[in-house]
């Protein structure tokens, strides 16, 4: 989409300004707009807003969706270490279980959310592992759970942190064991800027008309490295639909066309609507002369 854009503003140049096209890397987990900004980004490229979009399933294709100010949730991981004491399997009571503390650490904080967090407030946490011992009749020394939080505000996030810090070393006490706790905040939540995203969303409506532009889209509690540029810059981050789940090339295997499935399928008729969206952005941005980046 990117590509197809600037080769076309580039033959036609129908715009009063510089356009930057942004191709970021390492966007899952690498965390390369914060990298790319702190190298420089926008003092060697300034620009005075910034825009992203990305497909989605399950939104009709060639349809947006986008909402002013939380679009998508900033994430934290955490991870606890329980050290107990090795015994013998026969012989617990000789030790101190770690994976009973670390399964009792980890129904605990399912009841962190829905006990501690305002529930007008947006957030989820998952415990997405744990790993203890190598051996299946003795107990281990310890114990590893890891998960991650999401939420969209950083007060949240940091009583969600308070708290695993607090029940797992509570809980861990009660059992005569003991917890190292980190807790890592990730990417920020990614925060559309008002003005910017009334300007990109009558542009999706001259587009593709005001019937397939959902302005009030539900907000996703998956995350979006774009978040680091929005921090630093006023912009819009929208969604493009990639057409329902069922979209999908014949030789792709059975399972849903969503994110991050194994068999995921790009809708190619997208490259020209989103190539479309971006080329209409530029020129209509740049068109005043009040504004000279984007």
Not at 40 to 60: E, K, M, Q, S, T
Request: aromatic fraction near 8%.
């Amino acid at each position: 989409m990117l590509l197809a854009a600037a080769h076309y503003l580039a033959l036609t140049r129908d715009f009063d300004g510089t356009v930057c096209f942004i191709f970021q890397p390492a966007e899952e987990r690498g965390a390369g707009a914060q990298k790319m900004i702190a190298e420089g980004l926008f003092d060697r490229f300034p620009c005075d807003a910034v825009f992203a979009v990305h497909n989605w399933p399950g939104i009709p294709a060639g349809s947006f969706a986008v909402r002013t100010g939380p679009m998508m949730a900033g994430t934290a991981g955490f991870e606890v270490t329980v050290q107990g004491k090795s015994s013998h399997a026969a012989m617990p009571h000789l030790g101190v279980d770690p994976i009973l503390v670390a399964c009792q650490v980890a129904i605990g904080l399912q009841m962190l959310i829905s006990r501690s967090i305002n529930p007008v407030e947006s957030a989820v946490l998952s415990v997405t592992q744990i790993h203890a011992g190598d051996s299946m009749n003795s107990i281990a020394e310890s114990a590893c759970l890891k998960g991650t939080v999401r939420a969209f505000s950083s007060h949240v996030f940091d009583q969600i942190g308070d708290g695993i810090e607090r029940i797992s070393t509570q809980v861990a006490s009660a059992f005569g064991a003991t917890v190292t706790v980190q807790f890592t905040k990730n990417y920020p939540p990614t925060i559309n800027d008002a003005a910017q995203t009334e300007f990109a969303t009558a542009v999706m409506r001259g587009m593709v008309g005001e019937s397939r532009v959902d302005r009030n889209t539900p907000l996703t509690l998956a995350a979006e490295d774009f978040s680091y540029m929005l921090r630093a810059k006023p912009g819009c981050y929208a969604f493009i639909g990639n057409d329902q789940v069922t979209h999908r090339m014949t030789d792709h295997g059975n399972g849903p066309c969503i994110l991050h499935n194994s068999s995921y399928d790009f809708n190619d008729d997208l490259v020209v609507v989103g190539a479309s969206y971006w080329v209409r952005l530029a020129e209509a941005f740049l068109r005043s002369g009040v504004h000279k980046n984007a």
